[in-house]
């Protein structure tokens, strides 16, 4: 190992920054150059496989930065890309003409499409065993997976084309982007850290984001003003909705919890626990009533593991901050009974009716994967109550309507193993790190109570907590590899 590291870590200093002056210079041309030519009508098919090669020989040879990038996009909901698939019939089948995807997602694609390569080359080809991939919960996932492809022959007459296309993307591409990748980049806990690093600026920018909202002048009409994200030069970065703000920042802040308790730094860690507080805080703030659920739960949890002794030697202390509280729970309450939460109520519940209806209708395999928004658009009294079709608002009510039993059953097996797996990987750690272990765990279930309520379901806020969790666990668990993943920067292939 350590003759790896040696040649590996070879390369001068002046080397690796020419590099990175090198491949800088070249994408800024290639953009500047492609800019022109499509001013001036060059096909736009071209330029698109070159930048699409152009990003893969980035990712190939930066691999954790470009992987940082991605997963820093990945929380931001609100950056599209808006790809068209040229005259392709199957692209207007089963895209609509064009394909919209996230920012993260595309450069974590990008990632996928190097870490791939790099398996072949180091895995299979050299029989590299520190390269073989591990792959948590693919079973229990698989099955969640089948039974998304099992509702294309649901009586109900789903196009097998978009359920097949849904199947792959979001479906599949969510393990392997947020859960799969995550536990095979992140071998040590310096990774971890840098990876917690990456979260609590996102949950930093996203605070202070909710903070200035509250600034300016709430909607005419609303009972309660509350954080919500604004926009940054024209873009809406965060989402367009207070739920999508407060659930960024449910995960951002067990993040803080984690990375501080991984500090070694006195100094570091009161201020990565102040920005754990800060975003808990802009969450309540949002007055989401799913971010006061999800944060009863997840102090719940603390308390029931790592934070007991705590608990007993602070009462006072947090018998003032519950009283300091208050206010913001009458403000809550206040908006659970006005207009905008009444109007929401009832929106929920029809849709709720709606999926419920539809699962009677078909109980075992569904109506097919990624039908309920079509189900909705065709209720005529929906149409005439709340306008727009909408999607459920709830992970449950989608795959009930969706997926039926089998739907459900596969993701309660999903839940069920994660759980087991990571309440078995906990109690084999050692006391220190039980609580960063704790956070992440509470960040996998914040994320996933949140998605009972919200429809970021297929998103990285639901699953990338999870696979951040068992990559977390896994590299907490071998705190002698600190530095065992050097070799997945790429910067030597011929090593030893």
Known sequence: MEGTRQSVNSEPPQSQAMNWRILTWGGFLLLFIGSLL?????????????????????????????????LFCAMLLGVTLSLSTGQLLVGQRAFGGSIDIFLGD?????????????????????????????????????LLAAAHAISAFSSYGPDPVLVFKFVLRPVIFCYVAFVALPANLIRSKRRLKAVLGVLVFVGMVAAVNGLVSMVGIEAVGSAVHRAHPIAIFGINPLGDNHNLLAELLLITAPAALALGALSKSPKARRLLYGAAGLQSLVALLTFARSAWIVLALQITLMSATVWRHALRKHLTEIAAAIIIMLPLAVYQLKFSFSNVAQSSNSTRLMLTEIAWYSFLEHPIIGGGANTFVWRVGNARVFAQEFGEALDAHGFVQKLMTETGMLGLAAYAYVLYSAARQAAASIRGLA??????????????????????????????HLWLPIGLLFAGLAALAKPSLENADEELTGLNLNGG
């Open 106 to 142: 595309a450069i974590l694609s990008f990632v996928l499409a190097a870490w791939a390569i790099k398996v072949l080359l180091l895995w299979y080809k050299r029989r590299d065993t520190n390269w073989r991939p591990v792959l948590p919960l693919a079973m229990p996932f698989a």
């Open 38 to 70: 499509v001013a001036f009508g060059f096909p736009v098919g071209p330029l698109a496989l070159a930048m699409a090669v152009f990003g893969l020989l980035f990712c190939y040879r930066y691999t954790y930065f470009s992987f940082y990038v991605g």
């Open 431 to 460: 006391p220190q790190l039980r609580l960063p272990a704790c956070s992440l765990a509470a960040a996998a279930a914040g994320a996933v109570v949140y998605q009972f309520f919200n429809t970021a379901y297929w998103t990285a």
